[in-house]
């Protein structure tokens, strides 16, 4: 499959009342978004948008990681 096709997982991830489990998909996500090469291209912008929520997340260690995995882009 595609890299992108994995999304929806990590949409339900990002949703879980849990903020361990909200924390490990940001990150899982950041390791994918940081990941140079042209398969990810169609990843990267898919994910974004759920990168920039989970910046308004409750947890501050959930923001912070967000934000981190945005800059990677910057």
Same mark, same amino acid.
């Given at each position: 499959?595609?890299?992108?096709?994995?999304?929806?997982?990590?949409?339900?991830?990002?949703?879980?009342?849990?903020?361990?489990?909200?924390? =490990?998909?940001?990150?899982? !996500?950041?390791? &994918?978004?940081?990941?140079?090469?042209?398969?990810?291209?169609?990843?990267?912008?898919?994910?974004?948008?759920?990168?920039?929520?989970?910046?308004?997340?409750? =947890?501050?260690?959930?923001? !912070?990681?967000? &934000?981190?995995?945005?800059?990677?882009?910057?």
């Amino acid at each position: 499959k595609a890299p992108w096709e994995f999304c929806g997982s990590f949409i339900i991830a990002l949703e879980d009342e849990h903020e361990m489990v909200r924390k =490990a998909a940001v990150k899982a !996500i950041s390791k &994918m978004f940081c990941w140079p090469g042209g398969a990810m291209d169609a990843f990267k912008w898919r994910a974004l948008p759920f990168l920039l929520d989970s910046t308004q997340d409750e =947890a501050e260690s959930v923001r !912070i990681v967000a &934000m981190n995995s945005i800059a990677c882009v910057l």
